[in-house]
């Protein structure tokens, strides 16, 4: 990275206007270079990903997929595929989203684009698909237009956020976290209020307890699975995409600042809050290092 995660979480927001300008080569190297570097998610989940040219057509594509269409001049875009596996989309959210703020690093602009793209041009650009792949969404990249970048920034920044007391709890649910409490972990969890998600619903749930850190999924009514629209659209469970990239935030800002962990799956016995409420996983912090005495 080539500033501080906590700056590139800061600046990224989702830009939908784009200047004409393709992306320049070196910019392309690069961000081909770490997608061809980061290809396995925290879960184990193999996924593959290219910067493609925007084409003429991709604009009404978008729309029919019934995802955002009014991405504007957009001259590429980060596809991806994964293989299916039980946590397929949380490993995809997760290093798209690094891959997204690597690209802020390099200055350019980018948008998620939510949908099932798995029978798309998109899919086409990439040879197609195996039998056991899917594209859950795709990404818009450029140079940043003239698209109101300030207004933007300051409606996914301001009143839309929950605040931290209906996102983070202690021990168990219904007890807000003490942020000042938290030391350097409070940094780690602005990290994971501020990431993107669908609609900016915010559906991630951590609750702190024995040291832990576990996630949970709390899902948004008309969201995923039993959603008659998405059944529709065919539209991928996005919200556990949106998981995957809150879970990038926490443990790229908690490497940032030396808090070692590492993922892994060990349900709670804390109850939920209610039958909306999964859980996805656990960052487990790694006991401090003691150097021995003589």
């Known amino acids: 990275m080539k500033r501080p995660i906590t700056e590139l979480i800061n600046a990224r927001y989702s830009c939908r206007t784009y200047r004409a300008e393709p992306i320049a080569p070196e910019e392309q190297r690069e961000l081909t270079e770490f997608l061809t570097m980061h290809t396995v998610g925290p879960f184990g989940s193999q996924a593959r990903f290219a910067l493609v040219a925007a084409s003429p057509g991709d604009r009404q594509a978008l729309k029919r ?128 209020r501020m990431a993107p998600s669908a609609t900016n619903k915010q559906p991630w749930r951590i609750v702190r307890r024995n040291g832990d850190w576990h996630f949970y999924l709390q899902r948004t009514k008309g969201y995923g699975k039993g959603s008659a629209i998405f059944s529709v659209l065919r539209l991928a469970d996005l919200q556990r995409v949106d998981l995957g990239i809150a879970m990038c935030h926490f443990e790229l800002v908690a490497r940032e600042m030396g808090l070692a962990g590492e993922w892994v799956l060990d349900k709670p016995d804390i109850g939920t809050l209610g039958p909306a409420v999964e859980y996805t996983a656990t960052w487990r912090v790694a006991p401090p290092t003691s150097s021995a005495t003589r």
Do not use: N
């Not at 798209?96 to 998109?122: D, N, V």
């Not at 450029?142 to 931290?164: C, N, V």
């Open 65 to 192: 997929l019934g995802t955002y269409g009014f991405i504007k001049g957009a001259t590429g875009f980060l596809v991806g595929a994964v293989r299916r596996a039980p946590r397929d989309l949380e490993d995809y959210g997760h290093l798209l989203e690094h891959a997204i703020l690597f690209a802020t690093g390099l200055g350019l602009g980018t948008c998620w684009l939510g949908g099932t793209f798995t029978k798309s041009s998109f899919a086409a650009r990439m040879g197609g698909l195996e039998r056991d792949e899917i594209m859950p969404a795709v990404v818009s990249i450029g140079y940043i237009g003239d698209d109101g970048t300030q207004r933007i920034r300051e409606r996914e920044a301001g009143s839309r956020r929950l605040p931290a007391s209906s996102l983070f709890f202690a021990e168990r649910f219904g007890e807000p976290l003490d942020i000042g409490s938290a030391g350097g972990y409070a940094t780690v969890l602005e990290g994971v």
